[in-house]
């Protein structure tokens, strides 16, 4: 644990991103890195569809 964080189980966070904006920004690798490094959970929807398309850890 990083000096600051408080001592709270741990939580996942779930991040919902549009399509394009998943392509145009979630793919650049310093994104990926923060992403991964915070575990962030990715839910990608298809706004105009209004579907789920992929969910990513």
Not at 31 to 45: G, P
Request: charged letters at 30%; a positive charge.
């Amino acid at each position: 644990m990083r000096k600051g964080e408080e001592k709270e189980p741990k939580r996942q966070l779930y991040l919902a991103v549009p399509l394009d904006i998943y392509y145009s920004f979630f793919e650049l690798r310093f994104v990926q890195t923060v992403v991964k490094r915070f575990q962030i959970y990715l839910i990608i929807y298809d706004p105009i569809g209004e579907v789920i398309v992929a969910g990513k850890n």
